[in-house]
């Protein structure tokens, strides 16, 4: 096995490219530890240039809200009333603490998403 660390662009891209051709690799094989390590390498190489961003909490929340079917009602015993509620959705208000472990807890938002200020990055 001749695995290399990824270090350029033209690395990465030969590597998705063998990838592609171990995809059939049985577990337990030469082809299938090499694929594992290949892999590996790739998801070291996108982490580091290719960043993924949480969403900030406003748009955590919608998301959740939308994917779960939920109203403002039934987000009222993590939040607080509905005008609150709607504060928080609107970008009136921010998120104490206390709404921010109830969310985490009752729709399994990230915390790490609730508590990121707008247009900060994670690195």
């Known amino acids: 096995m001749n695995n290399k660390p990824i270090k350029t662009d033209t690395d990465y891209r030969a590597a998705l490219k063998e990838v592609e051709t171990l995809m059939t690799a049985e577990l337990n094989t030469l082809e299938g530890e090499k694929l594992d390590v290949l892999v590996t390498l790739i998801e070291a190489y996108e982490r580091k240039h290719f ?6 909490p ?15 009602k039934d987000l009222e ?30 729709l399994g938002i990230p ?3 609730l508590i ?8």
């Open 58 to 72: 406003v748009e955590a929340i919608k998301f959740e809200m939308e994917q779960k079917g939920l109203t403002v």
């Open 111 to 113: 915390a790490l998403s």
């Open 77 to 106: 015993p993590m939040i607080g009333k509905s005008n609150r509620v709607y504060e928080i959705l609107n970008r009136k208000r921010s998120l104490t603490l206390k709404m921010i472990w109830k969310l985490h807890q009752e």
């Open 51 to 56: 960043p993924l961003d949480l969403p900030d």
């Open 116 to 123: 990121k200020q707008p247009g900060q990055i994670r690195y």
